[in-house]
């Protein structure tokens, strides 16, 4: 070849060569839509035309043509991975015709189609965008930090509309206002350019055109207009709507956010920053508009809107000189064309206003129809010439100024404009865009013109206060194309000679060889003879089309034979020379889809292949020193050096991984100035036969047999040096071989040459090797590499002449750095030019000697190199914040630990990274240890880096941790946890980062299993109770299978009547039939305590409809179990008896499903039953799904489809439900909803609607949830008013009066809840005293509000004159006032509600209303209820307590004066109030004396119930007491299944006859299910809005039957799910993943009736409530001890409840769990203390087991501590092995384990005097002086038995092991070697080693120290102490260096 030989010198090979095709190619080919095409020839052919260039390929389903390659584009990106981790592999967007593929492959081009997506139209345009969502717009409001939400989407651009598909699958389909030319994704969201024709006249003076620029930030926002600010190109600085034409996006970069524009008139380039608008700049720009509106605009706005109309639909839109900015914000509510209304309906504002009901896709995004209207109509065939005359179409009404302002969200700022050139050609618009950044860090921003053959680079830069860009100059350089290659920052140039060059920045880095492809050459197609013309190489399209065009010219452009767009280019010379030349064979004519460090050329002939650009360097070490000489170099200098080392390193044939580094040495030193030829060790550095140019070849030599100097080679190569120092050496006791040295090295010194590139930097460059050094000896796994690092350090150490360095290295490596070295000599005068830069320091920083130091507590700072040596920094750092104790080393950056070393020039990049370090968690941080540990998690340090690190720099962050692990805080993230080996913990805190879309009760809380003897049975809806978890709370009976028998339904029940002689058959069957309609009356009750139970057991499957159980109403009678049923017509049965049941027993099965199931809209629809039966469960399905939070996700329509169905029950439910699901929050759709079916809230003169009286009392229910606690006076006033609402004229509102007016009440009552004497705004309402009247009655007051026109006339049917009805009224008014004046304890109002007491007033009160009053007054006084017999007896009033027969009197007294029956009934009643108000205040406490006292008061009601007085009382108002009390029992009891409770519950559902009615199976069955809530997950809160939702749900008046709602609604029974909260704290065993027993202790807090307690639980238990309690920790000894601090906040403990109360733990070393061992005697510790004689020998290595579960103890314990038959001395070494494990074992330090071993190996292998390195003797002295440091002896006097080594006398017999090694070397001539050191004389080689322990073990200071200290001739030891002072000297090793230095011989040695 005759190519340059500097050119040859310079290639890079390319790696990998693959051909490419786009993946989505081929997949199109077998896409489905490619057979529409066949359909495409029986469709007219006016549609063909429409189908945009489709019909010439109608039916051609062969090889892709040239039109389809035409049409096909993709674009390539590096792989984004969803989780987040660093991932190599391209993902493809294809395109062709309607498809869109995205495909993603990994390296080795397994590629997958990841989504296809089809549209209707063409698809012009796909790309990748991020949106982001401002929180406040996204449903997801659990997001924790992030302000936004970034969602990740594509965009497919058709003609009229754009598509968004996120991947979370999300579809938007945003339609297009205008005809656009390109879209471009942003920082922000979308930049769509709008299409303007070049023809566009320009606009005259008074009109402002259009804008051309707008920007979408979320496919549900509008498209709005962009603004820019600018100076320069637009005159006036001012803010303005981008409206110039000529302007057009060439390139949109999101980091940085810019923008960069080509004017098409000036020829000119434009970067612009693009931001969001400030407010300031929108009024700016809005104001400016509207003064457009003067009347000499009145014309021009007109025939703009005209105009607009006009705008047409086809491919090239067009553009209009009447155009007007004004337009864009004049919209007119008047539609005049007919096109236009069914194109898109106008809107209403309130459809606007909410963004999800906007019909017709978005198309409010230009909110209104005139801003920009399509019309087909007017499109006329020379689309360029439509004007219009200024009134031609305009009607008066376009006049209409109604206008809404678009407002602009994005602006853009002018930064830079390239320079304006005389030689400008017309067509220079920039081809490619791209933005690059050098190898040092500089950033540019390249654009390739095409025209002129030339890529401009412009340097830029962030300023130093990050607002802006700054750009610097521009440079050029030749390409044909150019594409970044961002992996390792270069780009790829391809000259105009075909020749592929890489650049870094613009610096050339060289050519790149590719193999396989020939490489171009000048001279060949010089000698060629000139072709005649020059356009016959133009038949090869020169560039695939579709890459410049934007999609829209495309359309222009469809002639078959692609053109080349600038004739002008044939006619430039280098153009021509490239024809001729590249009709030879294959070339390279076009480079794209550059990604990381890959690139496609596309050849000439239409092939294209993908190669990838080789990286920097591979191995870690040479990476390592790149960076560090990098950082320190002067730009210009580190990318020369760069580039070098780039060419060396990459020639073709390059070395392999091994010799890498051998390369980078040789190719650094020959830059420093070295001759590597001559360098006795550089010379023989082995380069596994590479060819690079830098380095010289061997001389080849002829001789085949080998010579001398072959074994000469072999002896001083590099592997040589490695085998000595090499243990197997050693271990074969092989003499060491030394190579002679050549003679002729030595005679001539070696000089360096001062010339070259890094010359005057070596100083420089060796410091910042050192520090890698350093920094890499923190990395165990880095041993390879310090020892070839050291070979280069002392070479440049001895040339420096540093012998403070030599020294340094030598007692590191002893083996490797021998004495006799080849130095070369610099000059002094040379010197003089070396840099030495200001950091440099004469004493080599070592962080061994600086932890060493600090250890004792004095402190240097440790200069450190960011970015590089961030190990160092880390172990500084927290070494000092742990041991010194000092917390702002971890605070604020610049510590005075370090000091950093840049090379002055580089101020940005430092301080990126700085401030990720600062504390970012709120968690409770209390010790020393604790603040490291969280620190060290933040900046990303984790247990692998931890193991990495040596074992006596990892000590102190150990002990930090060890401290830690023993008592952490419950909060720590789950790193923290993960760091401290606590799995439980951080087990905790990943399950508490789960989003709550995962179904996050966890594996263990939902027992899959279903036990073998239900499948048979029908399903009861109990199966899905987690039977686990209850068999641990309750062990020792089946109590659960009892209640299961006791609640199911779902089975016929058993009719037990006996056939009397003398009843006929027919009777008997009738007796048979009453006696079941009396058990159905049970069965019926069943399901309300069944949804109690079963209360959020389960997790639906969204694609099965949910099992609701039958309601079973048949039965079987025995002794042949013949069938028993109601409907045979033998007797009456009372018509829809089975309705509310049923309801009931939806609202059961809809209460299991958890609130944290996954649920939508379509699946609760999907619910909805077929047959209509079963409308009633459904109805009481949504209730339940209100109940537990689920209702608000179903769709608005589908609520009103079921409310206009009319259906009552239906109606109810979804009432109820919608208002629970909203509870408090106001919510005005939800108001609405509920005011239709309330006639009081509806205006006056609205139509009389007719609603069913219960769905009445139901959504006036629903008032006082959706308003509950907020005082909200309108609601209030009307509530009031509606309490006493009189029966209408007309009969409306008479029957059930009643159920409403307590409805009223009650909602009253919530809507006020608690607020007492403080109602904000209501004091003219009067409200207690209104509320009073209707207790107590009186006169009515005149009725105030609108409503008063209905109430004039009375009722023609009942007679209340003008008094309130009591009866009706008192409940309502008086629980409103209870629950008003809620624990308020407000004295006044409470003796309101006394209970009367004189016989007079007593006869005018109903006993039932005692009840209620009585709970009332004691609700008030919170505070005063006390749990004992005298307080509920306090109660009563004195008449009747003197008067009273007591509850087991046998006989009654008479009395005249005194009706007895009044006085019993008042008695019972006034009783059961207060037992009741005693439930709500003790509810879910399982306060002992509470219970007792209500057991003995239901004791005494049974016993009353069969004494003979009870007819007195009467049974009906007996049994009304029982249930009230077995409520009030069960209340208190909540979820704990209380054996007592649950035989009353039983007894009392036994009784079926008499007087038992539903309501009172009712009772026992809520009281059974509250007993058993959730299982007994779930307790009752005493919050307020409880004790609301329990009074609606006990209401004490039980219905008669199972249809009657008189009284109260039977729906509000299920309310009380409003105050069930999940309390079970369930241990979980972190290890197994099962339930388990834990000890856990409680703290309360103090109150007024108690001090702070403890009280130890075992759990699983459920808490009491969380606001009485101060902490909960687990307790030991067995599990691990966790606190649970409530004083922070009682947030983190909810979490863990609602989440089914798992608290992961983890049992301790040796430990059984209590169900293995309930009493703790056979855990291995209660051994290990029986037979303490041999610790070791009695611990077994089988036992381990039982002490962890950590699989490497096992292996551990089975092959190093197991005895074998012959083993001889290795015994010794097996019982250490055991006595160490179990050490480690049981002081639950497993990880220490290695340091054990490693100390034990390290001080054996001194023993035998085989140091190598003193690595290893290094660390056993920090081990040894951490432990004797000051902080670590301060922490053991804190708590003496607790830390890392403390039990054990290892440490002590380690060190004097090693002391009396070194002793015996000493004595043994060691002294000799040891004088000659310090007096600077060479010592002999055996001697090395043991000489460098010595000096490092005894930190005995360098030759030069001692020199400098002065310290000849001393006479006396005391002198040398002093004089040792400064030096750190320990006294132990002056004792023993004193012999030496005070001269006399006899040793001092003790």
Partial sequence: MSDHSDERATMIAAGDLQEFAPRGREHCRRHPSALTLQLRRLQPASELCSSDGAAGLVGSLREVTIHERQRESWQLRKGVSDVGEEVDYDEELYVASNMVIWSKGSKNQASTVYKAFTVDSPVLQALWCDFTIPQEKSEKADVSDGDEIVEKCICILQNSCINVHSIEGKDYIAALPFQVANVWPTKYGLLFERSSSSHEVPPSPPREPLPTMFSMLHPLDEITPLVCKSGGVFGSARVQYVADYTLRIVFVSAEPSIVMTYDTVQSLHTVWALRRVKPEEQNTVLKFSEQMGTPQHVATSSSLTAHLRSFSKGDSPVGSPFQNYSSIHSQSRSVSSPSMQSRSPSISNMAALSRSHSPALGVHSFSGVQRFNFSSSAQSPKRHSITHSPNSTCSDSFLVPETEPIVPELCIDHLWTETVTNMREKNSQASKVFITT?????????????????????????????????????????????????????LLVLEGSGNLVLYSGVVRVGKVFIPGLPAPSLTMSNQMPRPSTPLDSVSTPSKSLSKHLGPLEEGVLLSPVPELRDSSKLHDSTYVEDCTFQQLGTFIHALRDPVHNRVTLELSNNTMVRITIPEIATSELVKRCLQGIKAILPKEVAVQMLVKWYNAYNAPGGPSYHSEWNLFVTCLMNMMGYNTERLYWTRNLDFEGSLSPVIAPKKARPSETGSDEDWEYLLSSDYHRNFESHPVAKALRLDLLEASAPKDDFSQSLSLDSSTLLFTHI?????????????????????????????????????????????????????????????????????????????????????????????????????????????????????????????????????????????????????????????????????????????????????????????????????????????????????????????????????????????????????????????????DGMNDMNEEVMSLIWSEDLRVQEVRRLLQSARPVRVNVVQMPEASDHEYIEEKENRLLQLCQRTMALPVGRGMFTLFSYHPVPTEQLPIPKLN?????????????????????????????????????????????????????????????????????????????????????????????GHEMTSIGLLLGVSAAKLGTMDMAITRLLSIHIPALLPPTSTELDVPHNVQVAAVIGIGLVYQGTAHRHTAEVLLAEIGRPPGPEMEYCTDRESYSLASGLALGMVC????????????????????????????????????????????????????????????????LAMIYLKTNNRSIADWLQAPDTMYLLDFVKPEFLLLRTL?????????????????????????????????????????????????????????????????????????????????????????????????????????????????????????????????????HKKTGGEMNYGFHLAHHMALGLLFLGGGRYSLSTSNSSIAALLCALYPHFPVHSTDNRYHLQALRHLYVLAAEPRLLTPIDVDSNTPCYALIEVTYKGTQWYAEATEELMAPTLLPELHLLKQIRVKGPRYWELLIDLSKGTNHLKSILSKGGVLYVKLRAGQLSYKEDPMGWRSLLAQ?????????????????????????????????????????????????????????????????????????????????????????????????????????????????????????????????????????????????????????????ESQLSMLACFLIYHSVPTPGQLAAGGLEGNTNFSELLLKFKQLNMPVRALLRLAPLLLRNPQSMVL
């Avoid at 340097?459 to 607002?467: G, L």
């Avoid at 240890?929 to 990495?948: C, P, Q, Y």
Wanted: aromatic share 10%; with cysteine; charged share 20%.
């Fill in 438 to 490: 050098d190898l040092c860090g500089q950033k540019f921003l390249c654009f390739l013109v095409e025209s002129q053959l030339q890529l401009r680079c412009v340097k830029f830069q962030e300023s130093n206060d990050k607002s802006q860009l700054i750009f610097g100059s521009v440079t050029n350089i030749q390409a044909k194309d150019a594409a970044p290659v961002q992996g390792i920052y270069t």
């Fill in 763 to 1019: 100083p420089a460059i060796f410091f910042v090797l050192h520090l890698i050094y350093e920094e890499l000896k923190l990395n165990t796994l880095m041993g390879e590499g310090i020892r070839s690092l050291v070979v280069l350090l002392v070479q440049l150490a001895r040339d420096l002449k540093l012998e403070a360095y030599i020294d340094y290295y030598y007692r590191d490596y002893p083996a490797l750095v021998k004495t006799s070295r080849q130095t070369c000599i610099i000059d002094q005068v040379q010197t003089g030019f070396m840099h030495h830069p200001s950091f440099f320091s004469a004493e080599p920083p070592s962080i061994f000697q600086w932890l060493s130091s600090c250890l004792k507590g004095a402190v240097q700072p440790y200069p450190y190199l960011p970015g590089i040596c961030e190990r160092s920094k880390l172990v500084v750092v927290s070494v000092a914040l742990y041991i010194l104790g000092d917390e702002s080393a971890v605070s604020n950056e610049a510590s005075h630990y370090l000091y950093k070393i840049t090379s002055g020039q580089r101020k940005q990049q430092i301080e990126q990274d700085d401030n990720r370090h600062n504390f970012r968690h709120s968690t409770s941080v209390s010790s020393l240890a604790e603040k490291l540990v969280i620190w060290m998690t933040n900046v990303g340090f984790t247990l692998r880096d931890l193991e990495s690190l040596p074992f006596g720099v990892a000590l102190p962050i150990r002990d930090a941790i060890y401290y830690c692990r023993e008592q952490p805080a419950s909060d720590w993230p789950e790193a923290v946890c993960l760091l401290i080996g606590r799995q439980d913990l951080s087990k905790q805190a990943c399950e508490g980062n789960l989003q709550k879309s995962k179904s996050s009760v966890g594996p263990v809380l939902s027992s899959d299993i279903p036990s073998g003897t239900e499948s048979e049975e029908d399903e």
């Fill in 1728 to 1884: 290990t203390v029986t037979h303490r004689n041999s610790e070791a020998r009695a611990f077994k290595p089988e036992a381990i087991s039982a002490f962890t579960s950590d699989p490497a103890l096992f292996s551990f314990a089975d092959y190093f501590c197991k005895p074998t038959v012959n083993m001889g001395q290795k015994q010794e070494i097996l019982d250490l092995f055991s006595s160490i494990l179990y050490e480690c074992v049981t002081q639950e330090n497993p990880e220490m384990l290695p340091t054990y071993i490693a100390i034990d190996q390290a001080v054996r292998r001194l023993e035998r005097r085989e140091m190598s390195e003193t690595f290893e003797l290094w660390q056993i002295k920090l081990v040894l002086e951490f432990f004797s440091s000051r902080s670590h002896q301060e922490r053991m006097s804190r708590n003496p038995n607790r830390g890392l080594f403390m039990n054990s006398e290892f440490l002590p017999v380690m060190k004097c092991t090693i002391d009396n090694t070194l002793d015996q070397w000493l004595q043994a001539g060691g002294d000799v070697s040891l004088h000659s050191y310090l007096s600077g004389q060479p010592t002999e």
């Fill in 1113 to 1205: 109403l048949t039965g079987r009678a025995p002794p042949r179990n013949t069938t028993v049923d109601l409907n045979s017509g033998n007797i009456d049965v009372p018509p829809n008896m089975a309705c509310w049941a049923s309801f009931h027993n939806g609202v059961a099965a809809g209460l299991k499903i958890a609130p944290a199931s996954q649920i939508d809209s379509a699946w609760i629809v999907y619910n909805k039953p077929k047959i209509a039966e079963l409308a009633n469960e459904y109805a009481g399905f949504l209730m339940a799904l209100g109940l537990n939070g689920h209702l608000t996700k179903l769709a608005t329509l589908n609520i009103h489809d079921y409310l206009t169905k």
């Fill in 1313 to 1376: 809840l608690g607020h007492g004497s403080n109602l904000i705004g209501m004091s003219d309402l009067n409200v207690p005293e209104q509320l009073y009247q209707y207790m107590v009655g009186g006169h009515r007051r005149f009725q105030a509000g609108m409503h008063r026109e209905k109430h004039k006339s009375p009722s023609y049917q009942i007679k209340e004159g003008d008094t309130i009805n009591v009866d009706v009224t008192c409940p309502g008014a008086t629980l409103a």
């Fill in 1416 to 1548: 009332a007054r004691c609700l008030i006084l919170w505070d005063d209820i006390l749990p004992n017999s005298k307080w509920v007896n306090s109660n009563v009033p004195q008449i009747i307590r003197e008067n009273s027969i007591s509850l087991h009197a046998t006989e009654l007294p008479s009395s005249e004066d005194l009706s007895l029956e009044t006085l019993a009934q008042a008695h019972v009643y006034i009783i059961a109030g207060a037992c009741l108000s005693l439930g709500f205040r003790f509810a879910g406490s399982e306060n002992l004396a509470a219970f007792k006292c209500l057991y003995k008061y239901a004791t005494d009601f049974l016993k009353c119930l069969s004494a003979p007085t009870a007819s007195i009382t009467g049974h009906y108002n007996l049994e009304t007491c029982l249930s009230v009390l077995l409520l009030s029992l069960a209340m208190v009891m909540a979820g704990s299944g209380n054996l007592k409770v649950l035989q009353l519950c039983r007894f009392m």
